[in-house]
């Protein structure tokens, strides 16, 4: 350690235990946000079962990536699990569309209250999901990342640069984020720019109104659960490359994702981005030690002993929960003006 | 064929009730007594839950999807209020201790009063983080002494040491503080939002009890919680049980010869106390289900449940005519929690030891709201009627997808991967087995096995 003042291995550090983990926690946190969002703007119910659903994309991809691996068709330098998903996709998009015409699609014909009937039935629909997934896979945590851990290690970093703190960037933070981009991106240009995406905010924003101009219901409702699919998915693979797979872990993700809508706008897409990648960095701020970063920046004479921890890492979904009593408190409608009071 | 049904439908509850009853007596002759009666005590304190559940959903429309961390904090009560307190331990921390919390308290109020007075948001800010320090501060100080003491033993606080029975009140009242405190942020706002904040607060009263290992021992478990009945070796060892169940026996044990007997005996003594001591919880929480159900039957038929049912049925006349519904949200929401509490507290004091991993805030907050439903919401009677079924088919499907897997296995080889693999997983279906059930419901009966009967005001 040296002991004068070092910005630069500061930011190096920063950089690397919270900026970039942050980064693609809260893309993963975004597109599952987004995937609630949708069922929320279309079929005006919070969907309880997102978590589970998460985990039951991530086991198609498991299974799929495995009988790949088996075959040995893998692609050079990343997991095989990207090769899986289109595969997964099909599966989960079919789930989900068996879901919604076992289940919801009664209550929609029979003008139910969406919007309490909607969060009973799924939460029905999560245990089943998280039934199956853990009878399939087992409830214990497993990895399912080959290929290359890093696109650039510690070790590649300090001799590129010389500096003394290194950064490492994972292939699954690399994945994360290209992939979330690319992923918002679609959704908006499908959004604004495809007749589909146009009838399907149209029936968002007023549904007597699209259906008397003759959008198809059905059709809309389809088209939700196919983004939703594609949406849950990606998530749900991304945060098990990251982080592992384990069936609670995922169906805890609901915590930090529900926060993320409720905090950007409920309804609102651009909200739940902006709200998960909040929710994101508060987790890894308020949980980070800055021991070593308060060493690089402060004199010899005022290093701190203590590990400079804000809060335990065990309440890292206590501050999800804690940031949406705030905004409960202070400002209900979430960052972008959401909903707040029930339509129907 | 008509007039069996005209019967069936007037005494609809006493012909379930009769089934269930005869199923639990199956369960006695042929498994065990003790298993029924097992069966019977979880399923009292379930229906005392769903009781507490069906004021909030089936009187109000409140959900609720939170019921574990209000029940895991009636059963913290119990461990408050009737263990010993470790003396040691209130030395060593307990001045500092209460000095963080004070100082806790103090920077959350300041912030909140500060807020109101409408000083400059930065300045609240400051002082808040500020306190936050400090608190955080002493507080992990005084975490540390308090669980350095004989920590393989007690290394918590411990309570007051005061008679068991206090602890069901406390229960009900820690939980409807907590409930108070949710209902003030969430009610009024969407409806979805509560249920969102009860799943929060519940998952994080779980994680503060697991990991504050000097508040209730956290994941170290607290063993050797008072009873409220005899214990079952003092039966055992009593004179007046031994001679009462020679007594019973007297025809059987007759024919025996002297040594026989004896051995025969003690055998008898030692099942019978068993199932005494089950009776004796059986007797205690029916008396609690029984004045509860009675209290929220008389509520229910009050002007103050008409109220309240008007509100759920058609808000906006409600509040047309002059109804203060947040106000009406908040109460229900208070006294259903109140009563899970409350519900929590007697099953901390069943089991006898407090486990904090017990409460799967995902499976049991789910099995009650199966019982409610299934029962029919809206009716206290149909929700100690779900506790029944729900309970029994919960702890029989076990033993039942194992039996099925047995069966299977007559065709499979013996020891082959596949068959191990599934009776290793077989009770996750468990939970693929009631998510049906729950949505079956839903879809086909909605009103469930006993409808609301005053549902038309």
Known sequence: MSDSIDIINALALMTNFVILPALSYGSQLALGALAVTLVYSILRFSNFAQGDSMAFGTMLVIIISGYMISKGWTITGFPTAILAIPLALIGMSIYLLAMDRLVYRHYRKIKAKQNIVGITASIGVMFVTGGIVRFILGASAQRFGDGERFIFSVREFKAFTGLQQGIAFKTSQFLTITLAILLVAFLFYFLQKTKTGKAMRAYSDNTELAL??????????????????????????????????APQQYHLLLLPIFASVIVGGIGSPIGAIAGAFLVAFSEILLTYAYKKF?????????????????????????????????????RPTGIFKGKVIDGE | MNNMNTFFQANKAVVYFTI???????????????????????????????????????????????????????????????????????????????????????????????????????LIAAIVVTGYLFTRYYFSEAA????????????????????????????????????????????????????????????IILYVIKNEDWFVRGLKNVYGLPRPVPYEVDMQQSEWFQNAIAWFHKSELQLLSQSEQIEKLTDYVREAAVVFVKLCYSGLFIAILVSLIVLSNLALNSPWGRKVRAI?????????????????????????????????????????????????????TFLIWVMVILGGSGNNMGSVLGAFIIWFIWIQSGPMGLWFVEMLSNNMTEGSSSLEFIEDRVHYLRLVFMGTILLLIMRFSPSGLLPEKNKQL
């Open chain 2, 312 to 364: 759920r049925d058609n808000e906006v006349a409600a509040s047309a005519m002059g109804k203060d519904i947040k106000r009406q949200h908040l109460q229900i929401f208070v006294l259903g929690s109140a009563i899970v509490g409350v519900a929590g507290a007697l099953l901390v004091t069943y089991d006898g030891i407090f486990i904090p991993t017990a409460y799967l805030p995902l499976r049991f």
């Open chain 1, 212 to 245: 008397l101009s003759g959008i198809d219901p059905d059709k809309v409702v389809q088209i939700t659960w196919l983004l939703v699919a594609l949406f849950t998915t990606i998530a749900g693979t991304l945060y098990g490359l990251d982080k592992g797979f």
């Open chain 2, 20 to 122: 269930m009853a005869l199923v639990l007596l199956f369960v006695g002759l042929n498994q065990s007594w003790a298993l029924a009666l097992g069966i019977i005590n979880m399923s009292l304190i379930s229906a005392i839950m769903a009781l507490g559940v069906n004021i909030q959903w089936g009187y109000a429309g409140l959900m609720n999807v939170g019921i574990m961390g209000f029940a895991a904090l009636g059963g913290v009560s119990v461990v408050l209020i009737a263990q010993q307190p470790v003396t040691e331990a209130v030395d060593a921390g307990g001045i500092k201790m209460l000095i963080a919390l004070i100082m806790g308290a103090a920077t959350v109020t300041s912030g909140i009063l500060l807020n109101r007075k409408g000083v400059n948001k930065l």
């Open chain 1, 294 to 330: 308060l060493i690089y920046l402060l004199p010899l004479s005022m290093h701190p002993s203590s590990l400079v921890q804000l809060i335990g890492t065990e309440y890292k979904y206590a501050i999800s929960f804690v940031i949406l009593v705030i905004v409960l408190l202070i």
């Open chain 2, 144 to 203: 540390d002494l308090i669980e350095k003491v004989d920590p393989a033993i007690t290394g918590y606080l411990g309570g007051f040491g005061l008679p068991i029975a206090f602890s069901w009140i406390v229960g009900g009242v820690i939980a409807a503080g907590a409930a108070w405190w949710v209902g003030k942020i969430t009610l009024g706002l969407r409806t979805d939002y509560l249920a969102i904040a009860t799943l929060g607060i519940s998952e």
